[in-house]
């Protein structure tokens, strides 16, 4: 009898999965599809307004000394302009919010106290001597919200604005437009062939280890990515795409940046000590530093040389993204499935998930990402990519930022320093140091002239 009633309970609850409740349509869109829309809005409108003509007046960040600081950024002009940013996209975010079925006066309220931390952090990263140090925004982003969050009890109306996935998932959408199949025939055949071999070896490498250390398959996902192709941006991607717990992205995000500082002073040292050639070392800092940032600071003191194929690896590993964010949601969709089937009291082809699971599974925002990505790529003229990549990056750094102040709010240090006994951390030290020697050799084969003539950059 007991079989029988467990039998029709399944049976009920599955029935129920199959025919839920219908809602009105913008309660029914997910935090995916608001992010696409969101994206797919802010990227027409520069499009049309710049093809009408319209100059985009953006805020200024970067600064040199105090005469900068209170004449330039700190300026009623810039300051107006800062207002006029964030009034544009808390209207944005507010929209969908609302429709969501979300508080609006509260999440006002915490947007913009969330903004203003943002614009500290960018003023802060726009110093020049600070820059000089590769130290940018996402670092003073991330530590003003963990300060925040752990020495403090959020609020109410400032818990409705801490929403790190949603900004995420936006800002993801815009950088879409920046993951263009032109840098890949700029990067040349050396550069391909090595963001290839190094992502791919170092992924798989990383996940290996994760798993041979007893760490979860969603946090060696989300440090393979960000080990393999560059950092911040493809951890918060790869979180992205499995819809990652928002601990292990800050946890993978702190260990990224503290590995960037001491590897941008040593790398450059030991290509020096070592009289590694300069564009051989050049690539070698461009396939493992974690951004373009990073690899022009650490390039310029090895040479100029050193500075273009540090460039040249890193745009085709950043395309990598894209194409990593896709593969991953799949495999992600499809593992996540057959789980939740295998654990489930009916296990009815529990090893063949359904297409429509499996869609209802993936991270539409993903899909919003790779349509950019094409879009840029192939129907828009260069001179009109060329034209907006200014504004929709700085506009996509907004977004950043307002994630990585969320982030920190949202991670405590304590979990972070339990989190699964140490055995991340020990993983991605390992993983990188890998990558390190790995990167060299093949920097070596492919930029020293052994199978390819020597590049011509200088």
């Keep these: 009898m007991a079989e029988n009633i467990n039998l029709e309970a399944a049976l009920a609850e599955s029935e129920a999965e199959v025919s839920p409740v219908k809602k009105p349509f913008f309660n029914s869109l997910t935090e995916d599809w608001w992010a696409v829309i969101l994206g797919a809005l802010i990227i027409s409108f520069v499009l049309w307004f710049t093809d009408k003509g319209v100059v985009f007046h953006l805020p200024a960040f970067k600064w040199s000394g105090t005469d900068e600081l209170f004449g330039k950024i700190l300026s009623l ?33 915490g947007f913009a106290f969330v903004y203003t931390l ?26 003003i919200g ?17 929403r790190s996935e949603f900004y995420i998932k936006t800002g993801l959408v815009i950088l879409g437009t920046t993951i263009l199949s032109a840098d890949l025939v700029t990067a040349g055949l050396p550069g391909i062939i090595q963001a290839v071999i190094v992502v791919t070896a170092v992924w798989f490498f990383s996940l290996w280890l994760s798993r041979r250390l007893k760490v979860d398959d969603e946090f060696g996902v989300i440090l393979a990515s960000a080990v393999s192709i560059c950092g911040v941006s493809a951890a918060i991607v790869a979180a992205g795409a499995i819809n990652g717990d928002k601990k292990k992205l800050s946890y993978v995000t702190t260990l990224v940046l503290l590995m960037a500082i001491p590897m941008m002073i040593i790398q ?6 070592l009289h590694i050639p300069e564009i051989v070392g050049g690539a070698w800092l461009g396939g493992t530093l974690d951004t373009t940032a990073s690899v022009t600071a650490a390039g310029q003191l090895v040479g100029p040389a050193a500075v273009k194929a540090g460039v040249i690896a890193k745009f085709s590993q950043n395309v990598f993204i894209g194409v990593t964010a896709f593969f991953i949601s799949i495999w992600w969709a499809y593992k996540k499935t057959n789980v939740t089937a295998k654990e489930g009291s009916l296990q009815i082809n529990a090893g063949k998930p ?8 993936f991270p539409k925002f993903v899909l919003g990402f790779i349509a950019a990505s094409l879009i840029f790529s192939f129907l828009l003229s260069p001179g009109t990519v060329k034209g907006v990549s200014t504004v929709l990056n700085s506009l996509r750094t907004v977004w950043f930022g307002m994630a990585f102040i969320c982030i920190g709010m949202e991670a405590r240090f304590s979990d972070l320093v339990k989190l699964q006994g140490g055995r991340p951390a020990y993983t991605f030290i390992i993983a990188q140091i890998f990558n390190i020697f790995w990167t060299l050799l093949w920097s070596y084969v492919l930029f020293g002239g052994y199978i390819f003539p020597i590049p011509d950059l200088k």
């Excluded at 943002?118 to 110093?127: D, M, R």
């Excluded at 359904?354 to 599974?361: C, F, G, Q, T």
């Design 77 to 109: 002009d810039n300051l107006l302009l800062i207002v006029e940013t964030g009034l544009v996209f808390l209207f944005l975010a507010a929209v969908s919010i609302a429709l969501s079925g979300g508080n609006i006066k509260r999440f006002a309220a």
């Design 146 to 162: 963990l300060l925040i969050g752990n020495l403090t009890t959020l609020p109410r109306w400032l818990k409705e604005a801490v």
């Design 268 to 273: 450059p040292w030991i290509i020096r000590v």
């Design 354 to 361: 359904s297409l429509k699971i499996v869609w209802e599974r």
């Design 118 to 143: 943002v614009i500290i952090s960018f003023i802060v990263g726009g110093n020049k001597g600070v820059a000089y140090y590769g130290l940018e925004y996402v670092v003073f982003a991330l530590l």
